[in-house]
Each structure stands twice: as C-alpha cells, then as structure tokens.
C-alpha cells in the first residue's frame, strides 16, 4: 500500500533554488495481508494475527473461562494451578483419611495443600450454622491455636522437624470424619441423644488414628505413634466438642 509523506525538498537536499510547493515522496510499507502465507511453518492461521509490523503474534483469547484453563498465553499455566491447588492430591488425600488402614504413599503429602482443609472447615462451620451454632470464630481459633501448638510439638519430638503448613495441611484433611458427624447433627439433636458420646468418640478415634499414622510416616516415628496421638485425640476433640454442644 502506498502512502505519501510531505517534506521541503529544500531542507532535505540542501538545494538553494527556490520552489513554490512541496513535493511528494512516495514509501511503500509491508502489506500485513502478505505475510499470513509464512504462518504456515509455526501454526495455523486462527491461531495467528500479522501485526503492523509483519510479524506473526499468537492470538489471546480475552474471557474469564481462560484465566482457569490454558487458552491464554502460551505455555502459561492455569490459574488453579498457579494457586497450588492439585485436585488429584486433594482426591488422593481424602481417599487416605477415609480408608486410614492402606499404606500412604508419601509423595501426596510433600505439598502443604490448604485448599481441602480450608473447604472442610467451611463445610463444618456451614453444618453448625444451619443447626443453630454460630462457631465460625471457635474453629478457627481452636484450630490455628492447636496447630501451632502440634507443630511445637511434634518438631521437638523428630529429628527432621515438619513445616507449620504441611501441620496444618494435615490436620485439616483428618478433621473429615467431624464434618460428617456435624452433618449427623443436621438430622439429629446430638445433646439429647443417648448415644451422642458414642456418636462423638468414634469421629475422634478415626481423626486421631488418621492423622497419627500421617504424622509418624512423614516424620519417621513409628515407636512415638501414642506420644503422637496424645495432642492430636485433644485437638479433634475440642471440634467435637463444638459440634456436640
């Protein structure tokens, strides 16, 4: 495409006659149009736009459903797992504290995976609310104040030591057995009923049993398994002294 630039041919040539107009130059720029035929060797053209420079660009697709998946820039990661959020752990992790008996891969618990715990303490608290206890405060101060208290704990008792997060991480994904006795409240008053303790006792020997044996296969402390479960049975048993009362 041809476009015209006025200049004084005066000042450009240094020439001293003198003219009455100004002359024209003609430049010739790249066509964008010509330059989509060379995409061909890097992507398809729907995938790739000519500047104003003739340069291929990738196309960035512009919606919010592309910030969780990878229809972004390339080669960028998706949102979720920019947050460290790992629905496979997540899954792998609550599949172990469900069935506490089969051997843990330890591999799942070098991460400190917030995202479970976090929605299990959400679900717990949601469960209280709709019976009529507003605990939200409760839980979190029982549970920040007894991990910190478990980390102190448990890095005087190991030789490697154990980050407060993967403590946290942890704790909370054991606390899944108080969330299903909170959900038995929903149907049930568990203060009046003959076997509430009975009901209470075994979420907190599945808790303590989950979370212990994660504990000493992390750690290495398999001969301090009851030193270990000591603190955490106190810990899951203050929850369900929230969700009972």
């Known amino acids: 495409m041809a476009h015209s630039v006025l200049f004084d041919q005066n000042q450009l040539y240094g020439n001293s006659a003198p003219t009455d107009g100004l002359e024209f130059y003609q430049t010739q720029y790249a066509d964008p149009s010509s330059s989509a035929s060379g995409v061909g060797a890097s992507g398809s053209a729907d995938e790739f736009y000519t500047s104003s420079y003739g340069t291929a660009m ?12 990878t229809g972004g820039f ?28 089969k051997p843990l891969d330890t591999e799942i618990y070098d991460d400190s995976d917030m995202a479970g715990p976090l929605l299990f303490i959400l679900v717990l608290g949601t469960f209280l609310l709709l019976s009529g206890k507003s605990q939200f405060g409760y839980i979190y101060g029982v549970g ?9 704990i448990l890095n005087l008792m190991s030789r490697s ?3 407060v997060m993967r403590t946290a991480s ?4 054991c606390l899944l057995p108080i969330v299903f006795l909170g959900g038995i409240g929903l149907a049930t008053d568990l203060k009046t009923t003959q076997l509430g303790a009975l009901a209470a006792a075994l ?9 212990a044996t994660m504990f000493v296969t992390v750690l290495s402390m398999s001969e301090q398994r009851l030193l270990v479960a000591y603190p955490v049975c106190l810990f899951y048993t203050s929850f369900a002294l929230l969700t009972v009362f």
């Open 58 to 69: 990738p196309i960035v697709e512009r919606s919010w459903l592309a910030a969780f998946g």
């Open 161 to 163: 030591g154990i980050e």
């Open 203 to 211: 979420p907190i020997a599945w808790c303590t049993y989950s979370s």
């Open 74 to 101: 390339p080669n960028e990661p998706p949102l979720l797992e920019e947050l460290g959020i790992n629905f496979q752990h997540i899954k792998s992790k609550t599949l172990a504290v469900l069935n506490p008996f």
């Open 144 to 152: 920040l104040m007894g991990t910190l208290g478990i980390w102190t």
């Open 170 to 173: 942890i704790l909370g994904y």
